[in-house]
């Protein structure tokens, strides 16, 4: 099962991440035990740093900052079995999180 802290700053948007999440949650659709979304990143950070319940992160972002990464670096580093997502507003933005010392599983793109 899924823990699930979500920073969600795509909030424009009509189907965000974390809607979508919950959504599967509720349908039991996905494996999610716990979901939690917060909107800003040191809500996030303080939510993260004081748990270790989560096994999973997902990054909905508007636009990636070295604060996101640096982030995902330090707590990769810290919990080795931490899934990170991240979710991006601007294909610009995948070299970001794609640098030499992130190792990347996969990348998904959306149909043009």
């Not at 979901?35 to 972002?61: P, Q, R, W």
């Not at 640096?70 to 079995?81: C, H, Y």
């Not at 991006?88 to 190792?103: N, R």
């Amino acid at each position: 099962m899924l823990s699930v802290l979500v920073l969600e700053t795509r909030l424009s948007e009509l189907n965000t991440t974390s809607k979508i999440l919950a959504t599967g949650q509720k349908q039991r659709t996905f494996p999610i035990k716990r979901l939690k979304t917060v909107c800003s990143i040191d809500e996030f950070t303080a939510e993260i740093e004081d748990n270790d319940i989560y096994n999973t992160v997902v990054m909905s972002l508007e636009s990636v900052q070295d604060a996101h990464v640096d982030l995902a670096r330090r707590l990769r580093a810290k919990w080795r079995v931490l899934f990170v997502v991240f979710v991006l507003g601007d294909p610009a933005d995948v070299e970001a999180v794609t640098g030499p010392s992130i190792q990347v599983s996969k990348i998904l793109y959306l149909p043009p």
